[in-house]
């Protein structure tokens, strides 16, 4: 009997291999040291990431991807934190995994981070 894989959003999950691949192509894409980005996870990466974490969705860089199982987003947290030595953005628990760096441009400007940003 095979298991049902949960669903979530668009009905779409991502393998471990997928996330990293879109992540670190999302890195390269808006620049930066693996360093200077955060990852995450949760089992609600929208509660997480603007509530939680108060990133702005208008200003600040972000990212989320559900994946197969919590398991397979414990992968991708590990080699992320392990590997890349990416800040963790929390204690790495939850089937949605999610990456953000804050207050890169605005109009093409660089903006400096915000009062409290570490």
Same mark, same amino acid.
């Given at each position: %009997?095979?298991?049902?894989?949960?669903?979530?959003? *668009?009905? %779409?999950?991502?393998?471990?291999?997928?996330?990293? =691949?879109?992540?670190?192509?999302?890195?390269?894409? =808006?620049?930066?040291?693996?360093?200077?980005? /955060?990852?995450? /996870?949760?089992? *609600?990466?929208?509660?997480?990431?603007f *509530?939680?974490?108060? &990133? *702005?969705p208008?200003?600040?860089?972000?990212?989320?991807?559900?994946?197969?199982?919590?398991?397979?987003?414990?992968?991708? =947290?590990?080699?992320?934190?392990?590997?890349?030595? %990416?800040?963790?953005?929390?204690?790495?628990?939850?089937?949605?995994?999610?990456?953000?760096?804050?207050g890169? &441009?605005?109009?093409?400007?660089? %903006?400096?981070?915000?009062p409290?940003?570490?």
């Open positions: %009997m095979r298991a049902s894989i949960p669903f979530t959003g *668009d009905g %779409m999950v991502f393998s471990p291999q997928q996330v990293k =691949f879109e992540f670190l192509s999302y890195i390269k894409e =808006f620049g930066g040291k693996p360093a200077e980005w /955060c990852v995450g /996870c949760a089992d *609600d990466a929208a509660l997480a990431l *509530d939680r974490h108060g &990133v *702005d208008a200003r600040d860089i972000w990212l989320w991807k559900p994946t197969l199982s919590k398991a397979a987003a414990r992968i991708v =947290f590990r080699y992320l934190t392990e590997q890349l030595h %990416m800040p963790a953005a929390d204690e790495g628990a939850g089937r949605c995994i999610y990456l953000f760096r804050r890169l &441009v605005e109009n093409g400007v660089p %903006m400096p981070a915000r409290g940003d570490a």
